[in-house]
C-alpha cells in the first residue's frame, strides 16, 4: 500500500490528521476543482467549498479496495461538482410547475408540461452518461486506450464475454492486483491465466475490454456499470 493511501486511512480515525491531510492537498483539491468546473477556481469560489467537502467525503468512504486514494478522491470530488452545476442551472431554468397545474382541467397544458418534465428528466440521465463517458475516458486514456476502441475490442460471444467477465471479476476482488494494474498500465495475464484458468489468447485480445471494465466496475459509474451488469450476475452465481 502507497503512503498517501496509508496516510488516508489514518484521517478517517484521526480527526486532528485529517485537517493536516486536507491542508497539505490543498492544492490537489483546487486544480480538480479547476478541471472538474473548466473554469479557474479560487478558495473565494462556491465550488472550492463543493471541492473541499467532496474530498473530505472521500477521505470518509475509502477503503483499500477501491484502489489509489487519489484517482479515487479525483473522481468523487468531479462528480459532486457537477451535482452542483446540474443544480445550479435547475434555479436558472427550471421550470416552476406548482400544484394548480396539476389539478385543473387544462387537459392539453398538463400534458404539455409533463411532457416537458419528462424532456429534462431524460436530458439530465443523458448529460449524466456523457459525463461518465468523459471519466472514464480520460482514466483509459491513461492506458493508451480511447473510448471508442471499446465497441471493436468488446466479446460478442457467449463464452468470451464468460471469460472477460471472470477476469474482470477477479481483478476488482483482488486490490494488489487492481493497484500494479493501475501503477504499470497493463493486464498481469500471466497471474489471470494461471489463477483463474483462463484462456490467454482471449485475454489478450479483449485486453482493453477487460481493463475498461475493472476500472468502471471498481469506479464511481452507475450508468456504464449497467452495461456490465452480466459481470455483476456471474459474481452472483
Known amino acids: 500500500m502507497r503512503t498517501i493511501d496509508e496516510n488516508a486511512l489514518s484521517a478517517q480515525k484521526d480527526r486532528s490528521y485529517l485537517e493536516e491531510f486536507i491542508n ?49 478522491a479525483e473522481t468523487v470530488i468531479r462528480r459532486r461538482l457537477y451535482d452542483y452545476s446540474r443544480k445550479e442551472s435547475r434555479h436558472d431554468c427550471e421550470v416552476l410547475i406548482d400544484s394548480y397545474t396539476f ?14 418534465v419528462m424532456a429534462k428528466t431524460a436530458a439530465g440521465q443523458e448529460t449524466d452518461a456523457r459525463l461518465e463517458i468523459q471519466m472514464i475516458s480520460e482514466v483509459l486514456e491513461k492506458y493508451g486506450i480511447t473510448f471508442m476502441e471499446l465497441a471493436e475490442s468488446s466479446p460478442k460471444a457467449g463464452k468470451t464475454k464468460t471469460v472477460c467477465g471472470k477476469a474482470v471479476l477477479y481483478l476488482t476482488q483482488n486490490p494488489l492486483l487492481l493497484n500494479e494494474m493501475r501503477k504499470t498500465k497493463t493486464l498481469p495475464l500471466k497471474i489471470i491465466e494461471k489463477n483463474r484458468n483462463l484462456p490467454r489468447k482471449v ?13 468502471i466496475i471498481s469506479g464511481e459509474y452507475p450508468i456504464l456499470s449497467e452495461y456490465l451488469r452480466f459481470i455483476r450476475e456471474e459474481d452472483s452465481k
Open 203 to 215: 485475454l489478450e485480445r479483449h485486453r482493453k475490454y477487460i481493463i475498461a471494465g475493472v476500472e
Open 24 to 72: 497539505e492537498y490543498e492544492v490537489f483539491i483546487l486544480h480538480t476543482a479547476h478541471k472538474g468546473a473548466g473554469k479557474y477556481i479560487t478558495k473565494r469560489d462556491d465550488q472550492w467549498s463543493v471541492a473541499l467537502s467532496a474530498f473530505h467525503e472521500a477521505v470518509k468512504s475509502y477503503d483499500f479496495n477501491k484502489g489509489a486514494f487519489l484517482p479515487f
Open 103 to 116: 389539478e385543473n382541467d387544462m387537459e392539453e397544458e398538463n400534458a404539455a408540461v409533463k411532457h416537458e
